[in-house]
């Protein structure tokens, strides 16, 4: 279903740019967003949905140094959406999510041959247990002192919708202990397991003194993004080939505001959703404009009440679990606008 979204996503690429000519971008020189990547698994060619093949990788690598592309820490990254300061043109992140041990073996070493800087988030009780798929501490502690930056993503990667407040809060404060004993301070940044998060979970982290939180769904993070749902675009094997990372490397976030509804979790009575936003008036050519819920096949029904209000339909219901909805549209020097949202449906089956 989602390759063959993408796959109806990169013949639009193809035949819209004679529309994206005609479109005036936001920006010259830079921009108020950022794409941030999210990999798992680097040469685990057994495990597809996480992995990205090494060739892939260094495509990746390449095309990040030679395309024009600025490629920022994180964390620099992060100050700048919270100030409102200016990012240059085409700014990418790079995250790794779960301290596997292929991250240490192949993909930082590449990654520090190139320069280019990364941040690992890590859940800690695979490292404390030992396990030979992932990382040691020794190895994080190397990592880190070659300028490595490590993120918060709890202790025991728990699903913490279904988990709940209070259970997730001792998970997290289990993974702070932890460390602060191998590392000596608990990481500001934080990235949701599974990319799950609701209002309550949202504010639990705020409390706990986080600088801002991560999810997985695809979009850049701008300025009016919210610090604590922050988008990333999940890169595996099947998703990298170079289509589509210029794709997505290449987009700028969608300037919205007044999204409904702000709360991801949607219960029956609610589903599917009555989704929409406003697009701020410096975006011309909305007519271009198309959203792809995750389970459909095909785009939905847009629904304009004004020039700048999209509502998107469909009939439809979400199915239980994770879902998402991407909305994209040219924007202008080749590349695109790209916003995306994340919607969970109570009930389905934990992975």
């Given at each position: 279903m989602i390759q063959r979204l993408m796959h109806r996503l990169l013949?639009?690429?193809?035949?819209?740019m004679l529309i994206n000519s005609l479109v005036v971008p936001t920006a010259t020189g830079q921009d108020q967003s950022a794409v941030v990547l999210l990999y798992h698994r680097f040469g685990e060619d057994n495990l597809p949905s996480t992995n990205i093949k090494l060739d892939q990788f260094d495509a990746h690598i390449e095309e990040l140094k030679t395309g024009g592309y600025t490629v920022m820490r994180l964390s620099d990254v992060v100050d700048r959406l919270k100030s409102h300061t200016p990012l240059p043109e085409k700014t990418v992140v790079i995250t790794v999510d779960d301290a596997?041990?292929?991250?240490?073996?192949?993909?930082?070493?590449?990654?520090?041959a190139a320069e280019l800087p990364l941040t690992l988030f890590i859940s800690t009780d695979p490292v404390d247990e030992n396990n030979p798929n992932y990382m040691s501490w020794d190895n994080i502690r190397q990592l880190q002192s070659e300028g490595v930056d490590i993120g918060h993503h709890t202790a025991s990667h728990l699903h913490m919708i279904y988990e709940g407040k209070e259970t997730s809060r001792a998970d997290i404060e289990k993974a702070s202990a932890r460390f602060t004993a191998e590392l000596g301070s608990v990481p500001e940044l934080f990235a949701y397991?599974?990319?799950?998060?609701?209002?309550?979970l949202k504010d639990t982290v705020i409390t706990m003194g986080f600088k801002a939180a991560f999810a997985q769904y695809s979009?850049?993070?701008?300025?009016?993004?919210?610090?604590f749902s922050l988008?990333?675009?999940?890169?595996?094997?099947?998703?990298?080939d170079m289509n589509r990372f210029r794709l997505i490397a290449g987009t700028r976030a969608l300037p919205v505001d007044d999204i409904t509804p702000l709360d991801p979790v949607i219960t029956d009575?609610?589903?599917?959703?009555?989704?929409?936003?406003?697009?701020?008036?410096?975006?011309?050519?909305?007519?271009a404009m198309a959203c792809y819920p995750s389970?459909?096949?095909?785009?939905?029904?847009?629904v304009r009440p004004n020039d700048n209000r999209m509502e998107v339909r469909f009939d439809e219901p979400f199915p239980r679990g994770r879902n998402r909805i991407n909305c994209t549209m040219p924007a202008g020097d080749g590349r695109w606008y790209w916003m995306g949202r994340f919607f969970y449906v109570p009930g389905g089956t934990l992975d």
């Open positions: 013949g639009l690429f193809a035949t819209a596997y041990k292929s991250v240490f073996t192949e993909g930082w070493p590449r990654l520090k397991p599974y990319g799950e998060y609701d209002p309550g979009g850049p993070a701008a300025h009016w993004s919210d610090l988008p990333r675009f999940p890169v595996n094997e099947r998703f990298g009575d609610k589903n599917p959703p009555v989704f929409g936003f406003t697009v701020d008036t410096t975006v011309n050519g909305l007519s389970h459909l096949g095909r785009a939905a029904e847009l």
